[in-house]
């Protein structure tokens, strides 16, 4: 049995299973009714990649003072 039956599986004996709404526009992750996601220039984001982005920009941002010199 691989993945995908089990998840039929599942989603035979689980009705009361949100509805999809869509998905995150950097991993595909579902993001459904009542789900936190974060609405940026990137597009919809679910948390994961939301956390992921701001970690990239501040690290580009990142300058240690007292330290300009080679810039
Ligand atoms: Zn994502």
């Known amino acids: ?9 599942r989603l035979k004996y689980d009705p009361q299973e949100e509805e999809e709404l869509f998905n ?3 991993c595909g992750a579902e993001i459904y009714e009542g789900q936190e996601y974060y609405e940026c220039e990137m597009g919809d984001l679910c948390e994961k990649c939301f956390d992921k982005m701001q970690e990239d920009e501040k690290s580009e941002c990142e300058r240690i003072a007292g330290d300009e010199d080679e810039y």
């Open 24 to 26: 995150c526009d950097k």
């Open 1 to 9: 049995m691989d993945y995908l039956d089990l998840e039929e599986e």
